[in-house]
T-cell receptor, first 113, second 115 residues
């Protein structure tokens, strides 16, 4: 039973448009949420995070929205660039120390020029 | 500073064999966590070592084990390999106790193929 779900295995978006990646979770104890980006042959790299005391966090072209009542978060990339093409993992943790991250299965984003 | 180094990058083994993977964390980092990545399953937590002690363990069978040395380097061992063990194995290093979740750095992984 997956505690963190990313129901879209893949997503294709035109360059310059908005990319929206979704993540749902089932454990109401999760309080910290992160997005990681992974290129082929590289390890995941931290992208952006949000804690449950906020409903939005913005960093440049990347914005993460959290709807705690719906147990849903989303990552918006505006505008999308070809270099954003990667696999995006949503991860959740019940504490700020995160020894036990729970990751979603990932969404492969392809940004088409 | 050097990143997290995992060796080897690629490995092919046959069923029933055992394998040892290595992870050298960032200098000064004392915690090493191991993850298994398979298509459709995302990254699943295997275990975490801090100061040579296993601090946390995920939900994997006893065939998966690990250890950490005094220099913080960690090894992961899988015995009696099964086809389903084919995956990318990633390690992540962090400072350790009290590190918040934003302080983890991943290596590039070891791609294990079991035939």
């Amino acid at each position: 039973d997956q505690q963190v779900k990313q129901n879209s295995p893949s997503l294709s978006v035109q360059e310059g448009r908005i990319s929206i990646l979704n993540c749902d979770y089932t454990n109401s104890m999760f309080d910290y949420f992160l997005w990681y980006k992974k290129y082929p042959a590289e390890g995941p790299t931290f992208l952006i995070s949000i804690s449950s005391i906020k409903d939005k966090n913005e960093d440049g072209r990347f914005t993460v929205f959290l709807n705690k009542s719906a147990k849903h978060l989303s990552l918006h990339i505006v505008p999308s660039q070809p270099g954003d093409s990667a696999v995006y993992f949503c991860a959740a943790s019940a504490d700020n120390y995160g020894q036990n991250f729970v990751f979603g299965p990932g969404t492969r984003l392809s940004v088409l020029p | 500073k050097a990143g997290v180094t995992q060796t080897p990058r690629y490995l092919i083994k046959t069923r029933g064999q055992q394998v040892t993977l290595s992870c050298s964390p960032i200098s000064g980092h004392r915690s090493v966590s191991w993850y298994q990545q398979t298509p459709g399953q995302g990254l699943q937590f295997l275990f975490e070592y801090f100061s040579e002690t296993q601090r946390n363990k995920g939900n994997f069978p006893g065939r998966f084990s690990g250890r950490q040395f005094s220099n913080s380097r960690s090894e992961m061992n899988v015995s009696t390999l099964e086809l389903g063990d084919s995956a990318l194995y990633l390690c992540a290093s962090s400072l350790g106790a009290g590190t918040d979740i934003y302080g983890y750095t991943f290596g590039s992984g070891t791609r294990l193929t079991v035939v």
